[in-house]
């Protein structure tokens, strides 16, 4: 069959140079997709786990040396560095095509290459966004299917057009010293080799959804953020969309699922995205959210029946379990699934297919789930409406032991994008290197934004001229600790409370104090009834302390000095002046 369609070109181009034995292409379905498994089962990339427990769900292994993101690896190929900015790593993009070209010349000999149509956004939306996926890995495949809305869903919406974006994805040897993962923004291009983990070879997810979709988000005058999405309904029914940006585990599942204990006032939860979201402007003035993915995939460990029921009702199916352990039952298990037990079953196989025998974690601490969206028990109805849900409150979260209260509320937009500009994170699992090192991580966005981050803060303000009504923007810390290393903050679903708050705040009806930093709650304004949490407690939750933001401020000032001219003026004016209210300035280091 000779090629005639723009995707038949590339498809035919790409085995041209990489040489698979068969050419698969993929249309979504369930008989495919047992098919693929009944595939796996037998070569040993699945394990079937108990299926009387968990129908039709599965267990991969990884590469031990391939378990999370790889930021150092991954690059941003723009024909000027600039336009990457000091935040990427950058190759030129001839010079990527050439060294990815080698390793790409004849790595599917002997492998099936899957063709993967799919679309990130809600199907029929004009706003949707057609990919292709070439893969040698049917792991990505199976994992496509749950995440995104794959098959014959994309490939009748592309039919015989050239809009779709095009991904090539290969296993390689796996070895790191050959993993690389390219992104071409200006041809809508991604290229990643070497690694069948997560985002790496997801290409639906952080490479296409955030990092060529902010740069397209820039270009069309939306935004493509790392955040999860919620509705707050209050107790005459009326819900509140809420959207909120942290870097990768640090709870955005757990908030988007939570269980509210105010569920007796009328306060509940309901679950629109946990990962990623595409923002525009609506007709009403309004920011309309929509979740582009059609699944989960979220941070086994830690995650059990009181800190995410939601999650883990919705994983109790159809799902894929990645470097989770396994019990003698065939019961996936990971640190934190039983909350009365720290370790094993004993004979349990750990991650590394092993019998667990301590101390080291059964399940890797950036082991995943892999679930549809739709099983989730607070699924939102809107969840997959085309408009998308209005955003009322915007907020911008760490993992910060010191300096972040609780909560706090910018003064306006501009001082909304410096908050999260300036933001700062203790590193988790989710990406390779030390964990918890606190990092510069703006809008959380320091590994997914597909261009320089000064003009990404520039497009921030620039949306900001044009939404006639935008959200309230606030920053939280659940993870603030007292002088002992403990948690100040319960977290999980006592975060409604936090929620409450912000929500009477955007009705005017809770009260706050001005602070250099921004605005805070009065003790009174939180609803904590019922919480046990001294008032000492309270106090060092919500506490500004100068010297920790003194320190702050100059660290945020070296980061931001990076940008140089690129800087926008609004953010250097913003910093400025929290100078002022500190009464700190830049020769006081
Ligand atoms: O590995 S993923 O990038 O898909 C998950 C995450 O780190 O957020
Ligand atoms: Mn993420």
């Known amino acids: 069959m000779s090629a005639t369609t723009p995707l038949e070109h590339w498809v035919e181009e790409v085995a041209g140079m990489t040489r698979p034995d068969r050419i698969v292409w993929c249309d979504g379905s369930e008989e495919e997709y047992q098919r693929l498994m009944q595939g796996m089962l037998a070569d040993g990339t699945m394990v079937a786990v108990n299926h009387d427990a968990y129908p039709n ?61 799919y679309m990130m956004g809600v199907p029929g939306s004009p706003h949707a966004k057609i990919g292709v996926e070439i893969t040698d890995s049917p ?51 991604v290229w990643s080799i070497g690694s069948g983990y997560g985002g790496n070879a997801l290409l639906g997810k952080k490479c296409l959804s955030l990092r060529l979709a ?33 870097p990768s585990a640090c709870g955005k599942t757990n908030l988007a699922m939570l269980v509210s204990p105010l569920a007796e006032q009328g306060y509940r939860v309901w679950t629109v995205g946990d990962d990623i979201c595409w923002m525009r402007i609506g007709k009403d003035g309004r920011l309309w959210a929509v979740n582009p993915e059609n699944g989960f995939f979220g941070v086994a460990p830690g995650t059990n029946t009181q800190t995410n029921p939601n999650a883990m009702a919705a994983l109790g199916r159809n799902s894929i379990f990645t470097n ?10 990971w640190e934190g699934i039983d909350p009365e037990r720290k370790t094993p079953p004993p004979g349990t196989i750990d991650w590394h297919g092993k019998v667990w025998n301590g101390p080291a974690p059964a399940a890797h601490p950036n082991s995943r789930f892999t679930t549809p969206a739709d099983q989730c028990p607070s699924i939102s109805p809107h969840w997959q409406d085309q408009a998308g849900v209005p955003i009322s409150v915007i907020m911008f979260g ?125 003790p009174e304004s939180l609803d904590l009834d019922g919480l046990d949490l001294a008032p000492e407690k309270v106090a060092a939750l919500l506490r500004i302390d100068p010297a920790d933001w003194a320190k702050e401020w100059r660290d945020q000032g070296d980061y931001l000095a990076q940008f140089g001219d690129r800087l926008p003026a609004a953010i250097r004016e913003q910093h400025d002046r929290l100078g002022q209210r500190l009464g700190v300035t830049a020769g006081s280091r």
């Open 57 to 117: 769900s599965y267990l991969h292994r990884s590469d031990p040396s391939d378990v999370a993101r790889t930021e150092h690896l991954t690059y941003i190929c723009t024909r000027d560095k600039d336009d990457a900015g000091p935040n990427n790593n950058w190759m030129d993009p001839a010079e990527a095509k050439r060294k990815l070209g080698t390793l790409f010349e004849g790595c599917m000999r002997g492998r099936t290459m899957y063709v993967i149509p």
């Open 139 to 189: 792991y990505v495949v199976a994992n496509m299917r749950i995440m995104t809305h794959m098959g014959t869903v994309a490939l009748d919406a592309l039919g015989s057009g050239d809009d779709f974006i095009p991904g090539l994805h290969s296993l390689g040897d796996l070895s790191p010293d050959r993993r690389f993962i390219m992104h071409f923004p200006e041809e809508r291009l």
């Open 214 to 246: 902010s740069w397209m988000a820039r270009e069309e005058g939306w935004l493509a953020e790392h955040m999860m999405i919620l509705g707050l309904e209050d107790p005459s029914g009326e819900i509140t969309y809420m959207a909120g940006a942290f």
């Open 324 to 333: 989770v352990a396994l019990t003698p039952d065939g019961l996936p298990w």
């Open 398 to 522: 760490g993992r910060r032991a010191r300096v972040a209260p609780l909560v706090y509320q910018a003064r306006d937009w501009a001082h909304g994008v410096f908050v999260g500009a300036g933001m700062g994170s203790e590193t988790t699992a989710a990406a390779t290197g030390k964990v918890g090192v606190m990092r510069r991580d703006p809008m959380a966005m320091r590994p997914f934004c597909g261009y320089n981050m000064a003009d990404y803060w520039g497009h921030w303000l620039e949306m900001g001229r044009r939404i006639p009504n935008p959200p309230a923007i606030f920053h939280v810390n659940w993870f603030r600790k007292d002088d002992n290393g403990d948690f100040l903050w319960p977290g999980f679903g006592q975060n409604v409370r936090v929620l409450r708050w912000m929500l009477e705040r955007v009705r005017g009806t809770a009260d706050a104090v001005e602070t250099p930093v921004g605005l805070v709650p009065t």
